[in-house]
């Protein structure tokens, strides 16, 4: 739905990775963005390969 | 294992501990503690994660919320926005003097934003002006058009042990890795396999000899060990660790381990206090 503020698993805060992860992901491979961005654990890794933006869809509807 | 004069020894020592930074900067650090036990090692693992105080919010409520994300997913969410604060200017809602709530103790904000756009955790506003986010591009909600969202929030001090939000650091230990290799034992080929199964490059082949080079980034898992017949022997240093910390909140990871140490002696001290 919304990116959560901080990974599940480990606490880490990543909320505000998501946006620049988002934009590079298109052209750059996904393993070398995560890096550069400090997500050495595979918890946030796979946070961030596996999550899907809904709310923009969501909110087209009644809550 | 430990034999009865080592611990002799030890006792002489007081179990003070030699510690030696190998790398960290920024959020992280990585040092090297000798003359310790594990047990020692785990008790400033559970105390830097634990028993640190960090602000964070704790109440909020919602004057107006239209966004796609329910009012107590917005709660959960501010909860988790690390604050940037100063540690010795905050007391703990039990240690401190007042009843109901004080400057002292908490810290309030606002929010608000309307649609459309991102609103993002920047746009917290502390109406006390000593504290900020850490990050300022969190995405709190998403407003469309038509769409808003008011409310105020208060932060208070508290411990990891308490809620997760307030969880200073990841942190871990692991014993100082002791790697023996025999080279007249092994054979060309076994040299050639254990470097080329280390998932961490801790071997190095040098013509026919197989060297050591990166000792301290050996995780203990013998890969190694189980590609040869003998000659490769990887046990862990039980006196010597590598300990990992990394901080997920504002404050400094050599702070988190120095206050880690104050709050260990104090609740020794409660301990000797109760005995005595």
């Known amino acids: 739905m919304i990116i959560p503020v901080r990974c599940m698993s480990c606490g880490k805060p990543v909320g505000h990775l998501w946006e620049e992860f988002k934009e590079r992901r298109r052209d750059e491979d996904p393993k070398e963005v995560l890096d550069e961005l400090g997500l050495d654990r595979y918890c946030c890794r796979s946070l961030f390969l596996t999550h899907t933006d809904l709310t923009g869809k969501v909110s087209k509807f009644k809550k | ?276």
Not at chain 2, 145 to 151: A, F, I, K, R
Not at chain 2, 188 to 204: A, D, G, L, T
């Open chain 2, 1 to 276: 294992m430990t034999r009865p004069e080592d611990q002799e020894v030890k006792e002489e020592r007081g179990y003070k501990m030699k510690l030696e930074k190998i790398d960290g900067k920024g959020k992280k650090l990585k040092f090297i503690a000798e003359d310790t036990n594990p047990a020692m090692m785990n008790a400033l693992r559970r105390t830097t994660m634990n028993y640190i105080p960090v602000l964070a919010i704790e109440n909020v409520g919602i004057i107006e919320n239209s966004s796609p994300v329910f009012d107590e997913i917005i709660a959960q969410r501010l909860g988790q926005v690390p604050l940037v604060f100063d540690p010795d200017k905050f007391n703990m809602h039990e240690d401190c003097e007042c009843e109901e709530g004080c400057s002292n103790c908490e810290v309030k904000f606002t929010l608000k934003g309307e649609g459309p756009g991102i609103l993002y955790s920047g746009e917290l506003n502390c109406k006390s002006g000593d504290v900020e986010v850490l990050y300022d591009r969190i995405p709190i909600t998403e407003m469309d058009e038509n769409q808003e969202v008011d409310l105020e929030a208060t932060a208070c001090l508290s411990i990891g042990k308490d809620h997760s939000k307030h969880q200073a650091s990841v942190s871990s230990y692991q014993y100082y890795p002791i790697i023996d290799v025999d080279n007249d034992e092994l054979t060309v080929e076994e040299k050639k396999s254990c470097q080329e199964i280390c998932p961490r490059n801790v071997f190095e082949l040098d013509g026919d000899k197989l060297n050591i080079e990166n000792e301290e980034r050996c995780t203990l898992c013998k890969e190694c060990v189980e590609e040869v017949d003998s000659g490769v022997v990887v046990t862990g240093d039980e006196e010597k660790f590598i300990f990992k910390i990394e901080s997920i909140c504002s404050l400094d990871p050599e702070y988190i381990i120095s206050k880690a140490a104050e709050v260990l002696e104090e609740k020794a001290d409660k301990v000797v206090e109760k005995l005595s």
